[in-house]
C-alpha cells in the first residue's frame, strides 16, 4: 500500500511532514464535471487517524481509497456513537484551491465529538492533514465554477464491546470526491415542501445542533413520504405552536415584508439547539448585514405566522442554505392538504440569486465588487497553496 504520514499526533501541535509516496499507485480516472452526481464519486486517497484509550491518537495516514475494517460490535454500528462533517473545495478563477470557511466546520465538529463522548482533538492540525489529503488529491478539484470538491470527515467509535458506554477505541477518516448539484431539480430550482407536524427531526433538549448521522437516517422514511405526496422536501416543524426550524438537511431562510412595510430576512435562532449552525447559514447572514439593506433576525416563527404571511401577500422569498446545495429557493408548502405557494412568478428569486452568486464569488475569487465582508470571509476561508506553503 501507499501510505503518507502527517503530523506524529493530534493532541499536541507538530509540524507537518512532507508527503512521500511508497509505492505508485494508478489514478482512477476524472469523471466529468457537467455530469457529476452527488457523492457517487470519490479521489484516489483517504485519511485515517485512529484513538485509543491506552495510546491517544495513532499517527494519522494518508493511504489509498479503501473499505475499512471493523470489529462487528463497533459501537458506530450498535449505538451511533458517530458524527461526521461536510466542507468544500474550490478551484479558484486563478487556479488556486481555496476551502471555504474550514475552521468553522472543525470547531463544529469538535462540538459534536463532545456530546458523541468522542475524545478531543486539535482541530487546527486535523484540518492540516485534510489540507495534506486535498494537496494529493488536488487534480479531483473540478475545473469548473459549477462543481467542487466535496470533503468529508467522520468519527466513529470502534469500541469492540456492546456495552453502551463511552468507547475507548475512536477513528476519524475523510473522504473526498467531486460533486456537481445536490438537487435532481439542478442547482437552483424551486423546491416544493411538505410540512407536517405529525414528524419532528430535533426537539429542546436533544441533539439537533450537531452533525451526528442519528439526526439524518431516520428522516429518509419521511423525505419518501414527502415524495409520495408530490413534495422534494420537508419542512420540519416542532411543537404545539409548529415552530419551523429546518427545512430537508438545510437551514431556512424567510424573506418578507413585515406589517409596517419594512423588509426583513429571517432565520430560526440557535439558541433552542433545535436547528444545526450552518457554515452557509452564518455566511448569508454575514452577508445580509454587511449589506444593511434590510432587517436581519434570529427569532422562532410559528406555522400560523408564515401562513398569515403568505395569505396577506408579505412573504416575498423562501429559500434553503446548506453546503451541500449553496442555496436553494422554495416553490410551495403542502399543509394539511392545501398547497400554498411561495410567489417566486411574481417576485422572482433576486435575493437567492443574490446570495447565490455574492457567495461563490467569494468562494472562487471572482467578485465583481469588494466589500469589507468580502475580505472577511476570504480571510476565514484558507488557500491551500499557501498553507502549505508557509504563506499566511
Known amino acids: 500500500n501507499r501510505i503518507t504520514v502527517c503530523p506524529t499526533l493530534l493532541s499536541v501541535r507538530l509540524s507537518l511532514c512532507p508527503l512521500v509516496p511508497l509505492v505508485p499507485l494508478r489514478p482512477q480516472p476524472k469523471p466529468d464535471p457537467s455530469s457529476l452526481v452527488f457523492g457517487k464519486h470519490f479521489s484516489d486517497h483517504m485519511l485515517v487517524i485512529n484513538w485509543s484509550e491506552a495510546e491517544g491518537w495513532d499517527r494519522p495516514q494518508i493511504k489509498p481509497f479503501q473499505n475499512l475494517s471493523l470489529h462487528p460490535a463497533s459501537s458506530a454500528l450498535h449505538y451511533s456513537i458517530e458524527l461526521f462533517e461536510g466542507m468544500k473545495a474550490f478551484r479558484g478563477a486563478d487556479n488556486h484551491i481555496r476551502l471555504f470557511r474550514p475552521m468553522l466546520n472543525m470547531e463544529r465538529m469538535h462540538r459534536s465529538a463532545t456530546r458523541s463522548s468522542l475524545p478531543s482533538f486539535d482541530k487546527s492540525e486535523l484540518l492540516q492533514c ?67 407536524p405529525a414528524f419532528v427531526r430535533a426537539w429542546k433538549g436533544g441533539v439537533g445542533a450537531y452533525k451526528m448521522g442519528g439526526n439524518y437516517g431516520p428522516t429518509i422514511a419521511v423525505q419518501s413520504e414527502a415524495v409520495k405526496r408530490g413534495c422534494q422536501q420537508v419542512l420540519w416543524l416542532y411543537g404545539p405552536e409548529e415552530e419551523i426550524t429546518e427545512v430537508g438537511t438545510m437551514n431556512l431562510f424567510i424573506y418578507w415584508t413585515k406589517p409596517n412595510g419594512e423588509k426583513e430576512l429571517l432565520t430560526p435562532p440557535l439558541e433552542d439547539g433545535l436547528i444545526l449552525p450552518g457554515v452557509t447559514r452564518q455566511s448569508l447572514l454575514d452577508l445580509a448585514r454587511s449589506w444593511g439593506e434590510f432587517t436581519v433576525t ?38 394539511k392538504g392545501q398547497t400554498f405557494q411561495i410567489p417566486i412568478e411574481k417576485n422572482g428569486t433576486k435575493l437567492a440569486e ?20 468580502h475580505v472577511r470571509l476570504r480571510l476565514e476561508s484558507h488557500d491551500l497553496e499557501s498553507d502549505l506553503s508557509g504563506g499566511t
Request: proline letters at 7%; a neutral charge.
Open 130 to 196: 485534510i489540507k495534506k489529503l486535498v494537496e494529493l488529491d488536488q487534480d479531483w478539484v473540478p475545473f469548473s465554477q459549477s462543481a467542487s470538491l466535496y470533503i468529508r470527515p467522520t468519527f466513529i467509535g470502534t469500541e469492540p464491546s456492546l456495552g453502551v458506554s463511552r468507547p475507548s477505541k475512536a477513528m476519524i477518516f475523510v473522504i473526498v470526491g467531486p460533486v456537481g448539484p445536490y438537487f435532481a431539480t439542478g442547482s437552483f430550482n424551486p423546491v416544493s415542501l411538505l410540512a407536517d
Open 298 to 335: 434570529e427569532r422562532t416563527l410559528g406555522m400560523k405566522e408564515m401562513l398569515s404571511a403568505l395569505e396577506s401577500g408579505r412573504v416575498l422569498e423562501v429559500f434553503g442554505a446548506g453546503t451541500a446545495c449553496v442555496v436553494c429557493p422554495v416553490g410551495s408548502l403542502l399543509y
Open 354 to 373: 443574490r446570495f447565490y452568486k455574492e457567495l461563490t464569488d467569494i468562494q472562487v475569487k471572482t467578485p465583481t465588487r469588494v466589500t469589507l465582508q
